[in-house]
């Protein structure tokens, strides 16, 4: 089932026309972290991840839209932890760190500290995944 079909369509109002981009980013595969956590995402916030892009708007939104908000996180977290070969726990944290460092490296005004941000990101990502699969 696709992204769109997946989600009501108060869920698909407040994304707009994000949902390609999202499957696309889909069919990165192991890439997949690596281009979550570059400049590229950072800076083209119209290409961006809409879990990424609502999480500090979902909860003034309807019940129904954060339903399908946690439905897509759900598939994303679930997406991660099998692309990375790691628990779904482990997955939980690889996904909050992923959006978090998106998340402050486009929120500071220093570009430097938005790169360090999202270089540290990676680092970490790659240590929480070498440190869960041995």
């Not at 994304?15 to 981009?21: N, Y």
């Not at 954060?66 to 099998?82: G, N, W």
């Not at 929120?107 to 070498?130: F, H, N, R, T, Y």
Request: hydrophobic content about 45%; proline content about 4%.
């Amino acid at each position: 089932m696709s992204f769109v079909q997946a989600n009501p369509p108060g869920f698909q109002l407040a994304v707009g026309g994000l949902f390609p981009l999202f499957e696309a980013f889909e069919k990165l595969g192991p890439v997949h972290i690596e281009f979550y956590l570059s400049s590229v995402h950072r800076d083209q916030m119209e290409i961006g991840c809409i879990l990424l892009t609502l999480s500090g708007e979902i909860s003034r939104l309807s019940e129904e839209v954060r339903q399908a908000y946690t439905r897509e996180l759900q598939r994303f977290m679930r997406f991660i932890s099998d692309m990375a070969g790691v628990d779904a726990c482990t997955g939980y944290a690889l996904v909050s760190s992923m959006v978090g460092t998106v998340a402050l490296a486009r929120a500071v005004s220093e570009p430097k500290l938005g790169d360090d941000l999202l270089l540290a990101g990676k680092i970490q990502a790659k240590q929480i995944i070498e440190a869960s699969i041995g």
